[in-house]
């Protein structure tokens, strides 16, 4: 069996101490100095650091929560700073170091040795039958491209990746290429992440994005924290949370782990988070277990309308639901026509939560007036994910929480500029509106038939229907599910081709041909067309502001986003073409008038860009109560009760994300908060069922899953640790165990693999004999 080496049994080896129950404080600021000064020299660093989330530096390439107002002199977190100190290292990938090392023996590195060698600083090709990429001019990798894309039976035969990092700037253009291409196989990294958010919120309400801003949570009476690890992924969320329980929050957190952030948070940022005991942020913590929500909120769902028919009144807010909803009646009939025994039994065997926990909820739910429901990938990547969203917005819409301050929904995303790139039509499923709206103010006809979203990228890829795969930043074949059929496909394409910062496993899976086009990050100073540039970006609550890099680029090699997208436009469209290409490249001011024109709500871009703190795009159903769904109002869903099946013998498994690391870049072996160092193969299984499987604790084990297809999936040589999780789950490192999620496991309707709900069972360890 060939394995990836990321998923090399010999490369760590965990050791394990008890989990923490506080997040932040003096640790988290030691941890962040260490990294930084690591990686970039502690001037460099410093520098760097000043500006992040400044109003006049760069956004933080790390996650997409918003900043706020009040910025502290030190708007960022210990995690925040990881991906700084990452992005803006001294340290230097150059064509010596691609002479040194042959593509073979880099793609027998790790992951996490990959990304520690530096910033990508030079154009690198790596011919067919070559065992080593040598330097290439700007010139002639345009050309390869222009080539390889020109050799094309359709333009279908190519695809264009991005991940969500890419500025709005660089989106607009990027997608714009793409189009007057011919294509609209656009699929991008939301296709795994909030994709079934997206999907629900915009067939119950009219807009795909969260409908709450950071006062809205200061003015919460109750925060529902569902499926998120605030404390690893979003640290700065923690200070918010802790303001909102100021103000007379109460926070229910929902999670099959007991997440160290949620629990206690020491802010790093006062004296009392510092020296003292910090917050207590949950008040009331729900284990559930995975893929439990939807029969969780149905249940609150349930309860609240036998409430209001009991007092009528009492329970719902029902002149919001007859004057702004639709499919009302449709909702409560289904879901109160099971009869008490068999709804409960169904909601029990599905959440494993005792009822007096769900009653005590439902208490703080009909005493709070206002409420809002956060979520990420616990929520997002099941199977059932987009009738669960669905169903909180059922939740909301009952009570009237959604289009009132201090209420609504209040998905987290996860790239610092994922939204902002949906915004600007990196999609693979374009709105009419937007298409005319672009061929109008283009001159031309875009294509209209949708193109692949990332699973099916990878199916086309492997049954030899694409040619080129372009990757606007990413690490396609470790983010993506099933690496060893991802890394397949990879190799029948005849061109890949990433732009990108830092050096992973893509550039050296490849395809017949491969390009590494080294790219400005969100850190580094732009200079494009002789004068300072800056890019904007979109937070997770549909804020836009500007971002200015500040570090001097390692190399002048090195190209932003913007320019490698329009020179390669150029060469690929020909002269002729009359987009303004150079144009774009010599003033970024042009290209937001552009998109001003093209994608609503950005009028006056220009002068709104700089100002500082940026604009709120509009929300309409968060702006007026206007929802501009199919039927005009907010609509209620019917969401039959589902949970996932595990059979006899087998664990649910989720696949997460350790303290120490951004995706599948790694900063470190230590995942602090849950009391693991020096390795990420291990996995957390709760002691009972670990019990019952013959799983000791510190024992190794190999974790094979199970799905309808027969093949076989294995992870080798995994530690098991006894952990609190909830019973029948297990959890596990993303990305060595996306061997074990199968390609064609999907979420309906999103098509969002379901990372967090992989059926596996537990097999002897296989990894032994290579360890020896
Ligand atoms: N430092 C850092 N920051 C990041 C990232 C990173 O890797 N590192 N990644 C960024 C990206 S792209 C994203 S999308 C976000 C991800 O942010 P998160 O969604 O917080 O990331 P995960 O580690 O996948 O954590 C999933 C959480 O949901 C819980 N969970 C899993 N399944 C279920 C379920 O069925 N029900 C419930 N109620 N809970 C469940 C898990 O126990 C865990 O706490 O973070 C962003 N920010
Ligand atoms: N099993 C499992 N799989 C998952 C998930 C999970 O929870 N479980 N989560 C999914 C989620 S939520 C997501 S978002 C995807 C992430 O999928 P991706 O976005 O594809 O992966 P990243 O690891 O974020 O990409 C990191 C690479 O991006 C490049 N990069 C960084 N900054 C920049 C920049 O500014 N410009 C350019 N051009 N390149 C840059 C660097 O070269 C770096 O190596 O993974 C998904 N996969
Ligand atoms: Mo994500």
């Given amino acids: ?107 027998d590195r790790s992951g996490y040795w990959l990304g520690q060698q530096g910033r990508l600083t030079q154009p690198m090709f790596l011919d067919a039958g070559a065992s080593h990429y040598v330097p290439v001019s700007w010139e002639r990798a345009f050309d390869l491209v222009a080539e390889e894309l020109g050799a094309l039976d359709s333009p279908d035969g190519a695809v264009f990746y991005t991940s969500g990092r890419t500025s709005n700037e660089a989106a607009f253009l990027y997608q714009l290429f793409a189009r007057r291409f011919g294509t609209n196989n656009l699929p991008d990294c939301s296709n795994m992440c909030h994709e079934s958010s997206g999907f629900a919120l915009t067939e119950t309400l009219g807009v795909g994005k969260g409908s709450v801003l950071l006062e809205d949570l200061y003015r919460a009476d109750l925060i529902i924290v569902a499926g998120q690890n605030p404390g690893t992924n979003h640290p700065r969320m923690l200070t918010a949370l802790e303001r909102a329980k100021r103000g007379g929050a109460r926070i229910v957190t929902v999670n099959p782990l007991p997440e160290a952030g949620l629990q206690q948070f020491k802010n790093p940022q006062t004296a009392r988070g510092l020296a003292g005991g910090g917050t207590r942020l949950t008040d009331l913590f729900l284990q559930i277990r995975l893929g439990g929500d939807l029969a969780l909120f149905r249940a609150w769902n349930r309860m609240l309308l036998e409430a209001d028919r009991a007092r009528p009144g009492s329970a719902l807010d029902r002149d919001f639901v007859a004057e702004h909803t639709h499919g009302f009646e449709e909702f409560a009939e289904e879901l109160c026509s099971a009869d ?39 929520l997002t990547q099941h199977r059932h994910s987009v009738p669960t969203i669905r169903e909180i917005v059922n939740f909301l819409l009952l009570r009237g929480n959604v289009g009132r301050p201090g209420a609504g929904v209040c998905p987290v995303r996860g790239h610092s500029n994922v939204q902002g790139d949906r915004t600007m039509g990196i999609v693979e499923r374009p709105t009419e509106e937007f298409l005319d709206a672009l061929g109008a103010e283009f001159g031309f006809a875009p294509p209209r038939e949708h193109g692949h979203d990332t699973v099916r990228a990878i199916r086309a890829m492997r049954d030899g229907k694409v040619g080129v795969f372009f990757a606007m930043g990413g690490n396609f074949v470790s983010a993506s599910p099933d690496t060893l059929a991802t890394e397949d496909a990879m190799r029948r394409c005849r061109l890949t081709v990433h732009v990108s910062t830092k050096l992973n496993r893509s550039h050296v899976v490849t395809g017949a041909r491969a390009l590494i086009l080294p790219a400005l990050g969100r850190t580094d100073r732009d200079r494009t067309g002789g004068v300072e540039q800056f890019v904007t970006v979109e937070d997770s609550m549909g804020m836009v ?152 604790d510190g024992s190794y084990t190999d974790i094979v899953s199970e799905w309808s297809d027969g093949v076989e999936r294995r992870a080798a040589h995994y530690l098991v640790v006894h952990y609190p999780t909830a019973r029948g789950c297990a959890a596990a490192y993303y990305p060595e165990t996306n061997v074990l999620v199968p390609l064609d496991s999907t979420a309906e309707v999103s098509n969002t693999p379901t990372s967090k709900s992989v059926v596996v069972r537990f097999e002897p360890d296989s990894g032994a004999a290579a360890t020896a």
């Fill in 340 to 378: 008490d025994a068999a709804f409960w039994a169904d909601v029990e065997r599905a959440t494993g939560l005792p009822r007096e926990q769900i009653d005590e909820a439902l208490a703080m739910i009909l005493a709070s007036r206002r409420i809002v429901v956060c979520w990420a990938m616990g």
């Fill in 1 to 107: 069996m060939s394995r990836a080496p990321h998923e090399d049994p010999r490369q760590d080896a965990p050791r394990i101490g008890a989990p923490g129950d506080s997040a932040a404080g003096v640790p988290a600021v030691v941890n962040s100095l260490r990294v930084v000064g690591r990686q970039a020299g502690v001037a460099r660093g410093l520098l760097t650091l000043r500006d992040v989330n400044q109003k006049k530096g760069f956004d933080c390439p790390g996650c997409a929560w918003p900043e706020g107002d009040h910025r502290h002199a030190a708007e960022f977190c210990e995690n925040g700073a990881k991906a700084v100190a990452e992005e803006a290292t001294r340290r230097a990938v150059t064509p010596e170091f691609f002479a040194r090392h042959s593509v073979a023996d880099l793609a």
């Fill in 545 to 696: 502001h500007a971002s200015r890099g500040s570090v001097r680029p390692l190399s002048d090699q090195m190209r932003s986003e913007v320019a490698i997208v329009a020179g390669l436009a150029r060469r690929v469209l020909g002269a002729h073409d009359p987009v303004p290409w150079e144009d774009f490249t010599r003033d970024y001011d042009l290209i937001r008038d552009r998109i001003e024109r093209v994608v609503p709500g950005f009028d006056d871009f220009n002068a709104r860009a700089r100002r500082p703190g940026g604009f709120a795009l509009p929300h309409a159903p968060r702006d007026d109560r206007r929802f501009p769904t199919a039927t005009g109002k907010a609509n209620f869903t019917v969401n039959p009760m589902t949970a996932p099946e595990v059979p006899q013998g087998r664990l649910l498994l989720q696949t997460l994300r350790s303290h120490d690391q951004f995706n599948t870049t790694v900063y470190g072996l230590d995942d602090r908060y849950r009391g693991v160092r020096g390795g990420r193969r291990v996995v957390l299984v709760n002691p009972d069922d670990a019990a019952r499987l013959g799983l000791a």
